[in-house]
């Protein structure tokens, strides 16, 4: 009983690694998304053509061939980065260039008439975008950026193979070392489900209170 008390402390010091790894990847994909999703709406014909390349090449090429170039081959041109940040990069920019047409969608969901509305009250361009357009949009973002999120959570596992020591890394060791498939891979497939279940329940919390919020200024 005291062996897998251990093993357990080391899946639970997996967990918290994968929690630091989505985290931090979810904040880079939020700003990503923004980027790009905004870049390609753009007026300007280089913004929208760069910001198509992104989305275009990493929605097109494997996470896992994302992830070894982070880690593996940037050293080659002078970049080197730890397994924890080489995660944090490949998951966030694979992630974000999907959230990215979430937010592209969304804004160009928003009817013209809001937009008119802007007009009519004389606001900017960005003014109009940033009190009128986006509050709304965000709204029809947040389910989309959950199952983004959750994605996320899951592709964590990849970081395994460059020796992050995430869950499923530590779920491999304790295999390993007590030749026990069952108990470890049911533990962290537990782990995975719950993490994901807060995900969905902050998201679904955030979308009440914004809903909440834009029904108050309507009225």
Known sequence: MTQWSGYFGLILQGALVTIELTLMGSVLALFMAFLAGMGRLSRFFMVRALATAYIEFFRGTSIFVQLFWAYFVLPFAGISLTPLQAGVLALGLNVGAYAAEVVRGAIQSIGREQYEACT????????????????????VMLPTFGNNAIELLKATAVVSLISLTDLTFQAQVVRAQTGNTLVPFTTILILYFILALLISWGVRSLERRMARGLDGVRA
């Open 120 to 139: 009519a009250l004389n606001l900017g361009r960005w003014q109009g975008m940033r009190h009128v357009i986006l509050p709304q949009a965000l709204l």
